[in-house]
């Protein structure tokens, strides 16, 4: 069992940076591709960026390629999410997730286990 605590949302304006935290608990971290994904009411989980298991591979969505960056400390069990440049259609709650796989994938179903989420506004 893995359990994921977000942390770093909040208000920001446009253009600005923030950065997101995913602390996981359990010694078998490293065992686990992760990945932050985005939910606006109404709409689906859309996902935003993935690391592998051992942090050598990343994806990043297309909205957020050159803003976004991702990456992880297996000794410390966390996963980032840098923000940069941020517009407000980031806005929206941010999930962390993770999967017993080696390499990160786009689609919500293929995970294991969630956090709850961190809110985060991007105001114009």
């Known amino acids: 069992q893995v359990q994921l605590v977000e942390s770093g949302g909040g208000l920001v304006q446009a253009g600005g940076s923030l950065r997101l935290s995913c602390a996981a608990s359990g010694p078998t971290f490293s065992n686990y591709a992760m990945a932050w994904f985005r939910q606006t009411p109404g709409k689906e989980r859309d996902f935003v960026a993935g690391i592998s298991r051992g942090g050598g591979g990343t994806s990043l969505a297309d909205s957020v390629k050159g803003r976004f960056t991702i990456s992880r400390d297996n000794a410390k069990n966390t996963v980032f999410l840098q923000m940069n440049s941020l517009k407000p259609e980031d806005t929206g709650v941010y999930y962390c997730?993770?999967?017993?796989?080696?390499?990160?994938?786009?689609?919500?179903?293929?995970?294991?286990?969630w956090g709850l989420g961190t809110q985060l506004t991007v105001s114009s």
């Open positions: 997730a993770a999967k017993r796989r080696t390499y990160a994938t786009i689609r919500p179903t293929d995970y294991d286990y």
